[in-house]
């Protein structure tokens, strides 16, 4: 194990304060990604700050909607009530990743900030832009069966692995973050980045900001909605696609859309586009799959995962059906059909 300093904060000001001027400081909560990184050498801190002690774990009613807190685990937002009423989306989606013992120990603000699980940023014997900014991208052109076939660069097609982060970016929600320059908000649709020339940049976080909330918006998709998730095996997989689809109906027509993909772009992927297509259209599966269709058409796969396009295409006419006959994806039915 690489030296490090550790640091342990009592306050939001504290664990901003103790980032400064460290030696590639990092916070550190349920540590479920992290310390995998560092077993690997994939990332070496100088300043470790636990941030386990902060007042960031609670769920309560904010705007109309709710505030969940950046320490909140995600076995207890995954069950609370109120998520699970008005916000079933957001539960089956954590409930569809990772175990249970996980689930128990991850943070939601770390959730929010796990790194890819490319093969080849795991390997500190391959070259990769995101571990080593222009040493190279083996995964282009090489084993690439999962990456990326939306927003990738020449730089970098991982993909994003969350699938909490898949519902929260169709849910809209906001992150409120804390830094050296004070508090701010960001859109969902603006927390993650996509590679460009910057692989090695995550996220559009400044240095030294901690996620202190996730708020989710006050609206209902409480009856139309699904979350799907195909993988190669039935559990404890990342997802080759997932959908997270939420719909808002006016008798058979579609008011409202919001649809996003996971495991196939760098950060949860979304087509505005294609969300306003269905607008007024009746909820019907000649409309989900043209929607589907101008979402793959923009998709650049790789020769591992050509796949993918076909398989995201079927997977968003399916959530979109399941969304708008009210019967969600149940998260124990994990099959590829």
Same mark, same amino acid.
């Given at each position: 194990m690489n030296r490090f300093d550790y640091v342990r904060a009592g306050t939001v000001a504290e664990a901003v304060q103790a980032f400064a001027g460290a030696d590639s400081a990092r916070f550190i909560a349920g540590g479920t990604n992290l310390i995998d990184l560092m077993k690997y050498d994939v990332e070496r801190p100088g300043r470790l700050i636990d941030i386990t002690r902060l007042p960031l774990g609670e769920i309560a009613e904010h705007d109309g909607g709710l #505030? &969940? +807190?950046a320490l909140a685990t995600n076995a207890t937002v995954a069950y609370d009530d109120r998520v699970r009423a008005r916000y079933p989306l957001l539960a089956d989606a954590i409930l569809a990743g990772a175990s249970a013992q996980l689930r128990n120990a991850a943070s939601t603000g770390g959730n929010l900030l796990q790194r890819t699980r490319c093969y080849y940023f795991y390997d500190t014997a391959t070259p990769c832009n995101k571990r080593q900014p222009g040493s190279g991208c083996p995964a282009i052109g090489g084993v690439n069966r999962i990456h990326a076939i939306f927003g990738t660069s020449e730089h970098c097609i991982a993909t994003h692995p969350s699938d909490m982060c898949v519902a929260l970016a169709a849910l809209e929600a906001t992150v409120q973050v804390s830094g050296p320059? +004070?508090? #701010?908000? &960001? %859109? $969902?649709?603006? $927390?993650? #980045? /996509? %590679? +460009?020339?910057? %692989?090695?940049?995550?996220?559009? /976080?400044?240095p030294g900001e901690i996620i202190v909330s996730v708020d989710l918006p006050d609206q209902d998709f409480s009856r139309h909605y699904t979350y799907l998730k195909l993988r190669d095996r039935l559990s404890y997989a990342f997802a080759l696609v997932s959908v997270a689809a939420a719909l808002e109906l006016d008798g058979d027509a579609v008011k409202t859309a919001r649809l996003a993909l996971g495991g196939v772009a760098h950060k949860p992927w979304r087509n505005t586009e294609a969300e306003a297509l269905l607008q007024g259209k009746p909820a019907t #599966?000649?409309? $989900?799959?043209?929607?589907?269709? /101008? &979402?793959? *058409?923009? *998709?650049?796969p790789q020769q591992g995962n050509a796949f993918k396009v076909e398989l995201a295409r079927r997977a968003i006419v399916r959530g979109l059906e399941q969304a708008a006959a009210g019967t969600p994806q149940s998260v124990t039915d994990k099959r590829i059909q």
């Open positions: #505030r &969940i +807190g320059e +004070g508090e #701010r908000s &960001i %859109p $969902f649709a603006e $927390f993650h #980045r /996509l %590679p +460009g020339d910057a %692989p090695e940049k995550d996220t559009n /976080l400044r #599966r000649e409309s $989900f799959q043209a929607a589907a269709d /101008l &979402i793959v *058409a923009e *998709a650049k």
